[in-house]
């Protein structure tokens, strides 16, 4: 399958993914500059940042039907939301300000999440083809990007908020392309599709996607201040960690474009649990941030393809007029992972340290095997599909 066409059969939501690798690109590199003008210690600035996770787990039991409300306009409404969102954060000096600003960009994000991925699950059924990893990669391209920018607009003296004004500017200039998405396909009434919709595939499938999303989140966060302040590297240095997981998640997902056509979803999961743990054990023992750059990049390449197939599974395993209402249940599971990784990364960092921290994520990425056990069960299991 040729990866220019998929982007070119969904370019209109594929435009959603740049949008937000974009802004979390910007946040991940500009991290130890908000818990420096925030004055906070590792432990409560994981906290703060559960103000995204709560929005983000708020709108995303409500994104389906604010889906179906507006209609072709949902993508490109959903983008501005998050270009006006991060403006708070960006803006905010005070601890309480900032988690409050955090809670808008999460709502804003979870919306768009939940759109941009019930698109390209829409245009899959209409083509019959595997397309959600080509737009993942767009996301990973777009936020490595970013960070790698962004560590450059640091070293310039640049002021952040600057920066996320110029990212506005850029939203608004793909609102035309957002608006040519399709619509949403009018779906079966909700509660009778939510009782027929099988329970314990959507739950593995959201356990799957939820842990590579946490792991994710965590080298995205973290991983600058890991070579900053544990490996003593200077502040374009420490944005090179969440560029290179960015570039490497790229290469991954735009590879996993052909891996898909030749391996069942559950061998390749299995396979990039196993390569992210490594590369995450890699870098909590990092004695240098070149090595660290090594570890991060495996890591990049192992987690970039486990929730896009975790996403096609859970769609694959429903009948068809369920995928939508699948891929959003699954989100709102794998999106607990934003929920729990600030706590986790914070309170292990305070206590431990960020080696110990990253350690404990390398370990939790083998938790993803047992799952994808039982799923490879189920997918061999056409039949258990409801009618």
């Avoid at 859970?314 to 989100?331: D, F, L």
Wanted: proline content about 6%; glycine content about 10%.
């Amino acid at each position: 399958m040729s990866i220019r066409s998929a982007i070119a059969l969904t370019r209109a939501p594929g435009a959603a993914f740049v949008v937000m690798g974009l802004y979390w690109g910007v946040f991940a590199a500009h991290v130890p500059v908000f818990r420096a003008r925030l004055g906070v210690d590792d432990a409560l600035f994981g906290t703060l940042l559960l103000g995204s996770s709560l929005g983000l787990l708020t709108t995303m039991w409500l994104a389906p039907r604010l889906d179906r409300a507006l209609g072709r306009a949902a993508l490109p409404v959903a983008a501005g939301l998050l270009a006006l969102a991060w403006i708070a954060p960006a803006l905010a000096t005070a601890p309480i300000a900032f988690a409050i600003g955090m809670v808008g960009v999460g709502m804003a994000s979870g919306i768009c999440d939940v759109v941009m991925n019930a698109r390209v699950s829409q245009i899959e059924a209409q083509s019959g083809r595997s397309l959600m990893n080509a737009n993942h990669g767009l996301f990973s391209l777009a936020y490595g990007l970013a960070a790698l920018a962004s560590g450059i607009t640091r070293e310039a003296g640049l002021p952040m908020v600057m920066v996320f004004g110029a990212m506005g500017v850029l939203t608004s200039m793909l609102i035309p392309l957002l608006s040519r998405a399709p619509a949403p396909v009018e779906a079966p009434d909700e509660t009778t599709a939510a009782r027929r919709l099988p329970l314990w595939p959507v739950v593995l499938c959201g356990v799957v996607v939820m842990i590579a999303f946490l792991s994710e989140a965590t080298v995205e966060s973290w991983s600058a201040l890991h070579i900053e302040r544990t490996l003593g590297g200077g502040a374009a240095q420490g944005a090179l960690g969440p560029a290179l997981l960015g570039v490497t998640m790229t290469l991954g997902r735009f590879g996993g474009q052909a891996i898909s056509e030749r391996f069942s979803e559950t061998a390749v999961i299995r396979m990039a649990a196993m390569v992210s743990a490594l590369g995450t054990a890699i870098a909590a023992m990092a004695p240098v941030p070149m090595v660290a750059y090594l570890g991060f990049a495996i890591t990049g390449l192992g987690i970039s393809v486990i929730g896009p197939m975790g996403l096609a599974l859970a769609g694959r395993m429903v009948a068809p007029h369920q995928r939508s209402q699948a891929i959003a249940r699954v989100a709102v599971i794998a999106f607990c992972a934003f929920l729990v990784a600030p706590v986790l990364m914070g309170g292990l960092s305070e206590v431990f340290g960020l080696r110990a921290a990253f350690g404990a994520v390398a370990a939790l990425l083998l938790l993803i095997l047992p799952p994808v056990m039982a799923l490879r069960r189920r997918a061999a299991a056409p039949a258990a599909v409801p009618a």
